[in-house]
C-alpha cells in the first residue's frame, strides 16, 4: 500500500542551486499535481498533469518546471533555487478529473533555499 | 469562482468536548466539497467528502460534516474530542480550471488540551 511516494523528505538548498523533487504513485491515477503550502495560506498548485505525457501550469508555476514520462513518475525540478522556494511541496494524484474525485496525498518535502 | 473560508486558524478543546471546525464556501454551483487532515510532519489525509448524496457526511474517526446550502457552510463536527485529533484541518472545494484542481482553506489548528 505505497500510494504516493515523495523523495527526500527534507532538503536544504543554497541560492542558485537546481534539484529535482520525486514523486511516484502506485495507483495507476491519471491526474498527478505539486502543491506547495506555506504558513496561513493553505495548499497553491504549481503544476499538473492529467495524463502521461500532458503537463499544465497551475498557480504558481514559476521557477518550477515538471515531466509526465509514465503514469507512475511525476518529478518536479526546482531551475534555480531562491529562498521565497522555502516551503513544503505535496505530490498528489487522483484517479480522474472528475469534480468529486479525492486527492491522495505524499508525505511532503521539507525544503529550505538558504 | 468556487473558494472556501476556513473561519479561525486555531481551535483550542478540552479532551471530551464537542469539536466544531467552520468551513464556508462560494460556489454557482452546486459544490463538490471536501475535509483532510494533516497530522504533524505528514501528508493530508481525507476524512470526508461531500458530493450531493446526503446533506449530512459521516468521515472516518468520529467526524462528520453537514451541508448546509442556505448558509453556504460545511462545518466539521465531532462529538468528543480526543488527544489524537490534535492536526491542522483543511476545507477544499473542487474548482473547473486547472484540470477540476482543489482549492483549499487556510487551514485550522485543532489543540486538544487534556
Known amino acids: 500500500n505505497a500510494g504516493v511516494t515523495q523523495t527526500p523528505k527534507f532538503q536544504v538548498l543554497k541560492t542558485g542551486q537546481s534539484m529535482t523533487l520525486q514523486c511516484a504513485q502506485d495507483?495507476?491515477?491519471?491526474?498527478m499535481s505539486w502543491y506547495r503550502q506555506d504558513p496561513g495560506m493553505g495548499l497553491r498548485l504549481i503544476h499538473y498533469?492529467?495524463?502521461?505525457?500532458?503537463?499544465d501550469q497551475g498557480e504558481v508555476p514559476n521557477g518550477y518546471n515538471v515531466s509526465r514520462s509514465t503514469t507512475e513518475d511525476f518529478p518536479l525540478r526546482l531551475l534555480s533555487a531562491a529562498p521565497s522556494q522555502t516551503s513544503v511541496y505535496f505530490c498528489?494524484?487522483?484517479?480522474?478529473?472528475?469534480?468529486?474525485?479525492?486527492?491522495?496525498f505524499g508525505q511532503g518535502t521539507r525544503l529550505t533555499v538558504v | 469562482a468556487q473558494s472556501v473560508t476556513q473561519l479561525g486558524s486555531h481551535v483550542s478543546v478540552s479532551e471530551g468536548a464537542l469539536v466544531l471546525l467552520r468551513c464556508n464556501y462560494s460556489?454557482?454551483?452546486?459544490?463538490?466539497l471536501f475535509w483532510y487532515v494533516q497530522y504533524p510532519n505528514q501528508g493530508l489525509q481525507l476524512l470526508l467528502k461531500?458530493?450531493?448524496?446526503?446533506?449530512l457526511v459521516k468521515g472516518i474517526n468520529g467526524f462528520e460534516a453537514e451541508f448546509k446550502k442556505s448558509e453556504t457552510s460545511f462545518h466539521l463536527t465531532k462529538p468528543s474530542a480526543h488527544m489524537s485529533d490534535a492536526a491542522e484541518y483543511f476545507c477544499?472545494?473542487?474548482?473547473?480550471?486547472?484540470?477540476?484542481?482543489?482549492?483549499f482553506g487556510a487551514g485550522t489548528i485543532l489543540r486538544v488540551k487534556s
Open positions: 498528489a494524484s487522483r484517479v480522474g478529473t472528475a469534480l468529486n474525485t479525492e486527492a491522495f
Open positions: 495507483m495507476n491515477h491519471e491526474y
Open positions: 498533469s492529467v495524463g502521461a505525457g500532458i503537463t
Open positions: 460556489s454557482s454551483v452546486p459544490p463538490y
Open positions: 461531500y458530493t450531493s448524496a446526503a446533506t
Open positions: 477544499a472545494v473542487a474548482r473547473m480550471e486547472y484540470g477540476n484542481k482543489l482549492v
